[in-house]
């Protein structure tokens, strides 16, 4: 677990060349916003979070996963996650913020992906 990284995952990269690749510039993970988002568009008063299913208990075959081990443990730790993540984007609209949340089982369908962050970032 401690080889788990929170920044720079494969998911994000992902989506990071994509939303450059349609020609627009963002910062990364802002820590003066709740919850530090993935990707910032400032000019567009945006933020982009990129979720692992596991980590943020998706409705997904990932998400549902229960590890046979300590499982209080991460029961509590991921419910945890998702609790401050709903704060955290309830804070940020909160102050104008509009807010996606993409998946890490979204990341691979690449055309439907595309799609959604375009009409979220033309809204």
């Not at 990284?5 to 450059?20: N, S, W």
């Not at 008063?45 to 299913?53: L, M, N, R, S």
Request: aromatic fraction near 8%.
């Amino acid at each position: 677990m401690s080889r788990i990284r929170g920044k720079d995952t494969m998911p994000e990269i992902a989506v990071r060349r994509l939303v450059h690749r349609l020609g627009y510039r963002f910062r990364l993970h802002n820590r003066e916003l709740p919850g530090c988002p993935d990707i910032v568009l400032p000019r567009h008063k945006k933020v982009i979070f990129v979720h692992g299913c596991f980590w943020h208990m998706h409705k997904c075959r990932y998400g549902k996963v229960i590890p046979q081990t300590r499982k209080k443990f991460w029961q509590t730790k991921r419910q945890a996650n998702v609790a401050r993540d709903r704060k955290n984007i309830k804070e940020l609209k909160r102050l104008g913020w509009k807010v996606l949340v993409l998946w890490e089982c979204q990341i691979r369908n690449t055309p439907k992906l595309s799609n959604r962050i375009k009409k979220f970032l033309s809204s």
